[in-house]
Structure formats: C-alpha cells, structure tokens
T-cell receptor, first 114, second 119 residues
Framework: ETGVTQTPRHLVMGMTNKKSLKCEQHLGHNAMYWYKQSAKKPLELMFVYSLEERVENNSVPSRFSPECPNSSHLFLHLHTLQPEDSALYLC?????????????FGSGTRLTVV | AQSVTQLGSHVSVSEGALVLLRCNYSSSVPPYLFWYVQYPNQGLQLLLKYTSAATLVKGINGFEAEFKKSETSFHLTKPSAHMSDAAEYFCAVSPTINAGGTSYGKLTFGQGTILTVHP
C-alpha cells in the first residue's frame, strides 16, 4: 500500500475513554505531522516529528500524547477528551530536507467525543 | 517568517465559468508555494506546486497557478468550472531553506477557500 494511511477513519469515544489514532506511511519520508481540523477554523499543527524526534509541540493539551516509534509510523494517544476535541485529525509526512515537495496527507480520522 | 492570506473564505461560480482563488504570501526567503484541495471528510491532496522553475504551473484537474513575485501572489485558476471542483482549497508556503533552526520543511497554510459550483 502506498501513500499515508490513517486508521480508524471514524471514531466515537466517551470522555473517559482511551483510544489511539494510527498513521502509517510507505513513502520513505522521515518527517511526520499531526494536524487538527475543526469546523470553521484553520488547520492547527499539533505535533511534528523529524527523524523520529519530536521537534514541535504547539501548546497541545496533555490529553493528546503523540508517539513515533519509527519513521513509518505515528500514533496519537487520546485520553479524557472534551467535546471540543471533536474534529478531523490529519496525519501528513514529508522529506526532512524536502520543503520543495510539500506534504502528503492521509484521509484523516473523524473523531467525535460524546 | 512566512504567512499566507487567502482572499475570500467562500467563492461561488457557475458551472463552466472561470475559477479564480486568490493567495498572497509573505516570506523572508524565496518561497516554495503549493495549492491543496480537500474534498469533504478527506485529507488534503496536492494540486500543484511552484518550486522556482516556470512561473506558470499546471496541476491536476485542469488547474494552474502563476507565481508573481512583484505582487507576492500565487492565484489559482481554472478556465471552466466543473461540479466536481466543489471543495475547499488551501494555499501554502514553505521556505526554500529551512530557516529558524527547523530540521524539516515547514509548510504554512492559508485559512482555506470553499469553492461552490452552481449548475
């Protein structure tokens, strides 16, 4: 499988649940990103991993916990979320040195917190 | 520092009409520029990119964009809109060198423009 794959595509969770979002890329990229996209709001960059090291964490609440075990996989662990965390969560990947290539995005996980 | 401004959060056109989505950028170094399209409940898909070669860039689905340095613009156009073009479009800028100590090519996105196509 090529490209960036995100699972699950849809997730409904209660505020006391713990769940994880998964992102996988087979493009040989070595930078990976999590974005949050809420209705009527701009894309929000949450986390950046470059060469498996977290290099950016944009004031994201601790109820979101990223993990990058290798350059092909990225996880977003979720616990005790709030209804305002309902959104489309997008994963992307790129070459570390390749700003000319842009990012490749996955199809996203639609998260609903009830 | 870099930023992107997309003029008009919503654009509505008739099928067959010209599509023009506006993007202006600000960058302290020569930029790379991108347009992405997002269909409902999907991720962002690259439409086209400018990487300092030809200033007129052709992309997928009949879209093209022209880099105008003097106007700091990278507007997206399509001569004839199709119903399937209805989506949200994002302009993005990236520095040609990784400034500010970043170890990756950081993209900065505009706020998006929703394109509606009427029959």
């Amino acid at each position: 499988e090529t490209g960036v794959t995100q699972t699950p595509r849809h997730l409904v969770m209660g505020m006391t649940n713990k769940k994880s979002l998964k992102c996988e890329q087979h493009l040989g990229h070595n930078a990976m990103y999590w974005y949050k996209q809420s209705a009527k709001k701009p894309l929000e960059l949450m986390f950046v991993y470059s060469l498996e090291e977290r290099v950016e964490n944009n004031s994201v609440p601790s109820r979101f916990s990223p993990e990058c075990p290798n350059s092909s996989h990225l996880f977003l662990h979720l616990h005790t979320l709030q209804p305002e965390d309902s959104a489309l969560y997008l994963c992307a990947s790129s070459q570390v040195s390749g700003s000319r290539y842009g990012y490749t995005f996955g199809s996203g996980t639609r998260l609903t917190v009830v | 520092a870099q930023s992107v401004t997309q003029l008009g959060s919503h654009v509505s056109v008739s099928e067959g009409a010209l599509v023009l989505l506006r993007c202006n950028y600000s960058s302290s170094v020569p930029p790379y520029l991108f347009w992405y399209v997002q269909y409902p409940n999907q991720g962002l898909q690259l439409l086209l990119k400018y990487t300092s070669a030809a200033t007129l860039v052709k992309g997928i689905n009949g879209f093209e964009a022209e880099f105008k340095k003097s106007e700091t613009s990278f507007h997206l156009t399509k001569p004839s809109a199709h119903m399937s073009d209805a989506a949200e479009y994002f302009c993005a800028v990236s520095p040609t060198i990784n400034a500010g100590g970043t170890s990756y090519g950081k993209l900065t996105f505009g706020q998006g423009t929703i394109l509606t196509v009427h029959p």
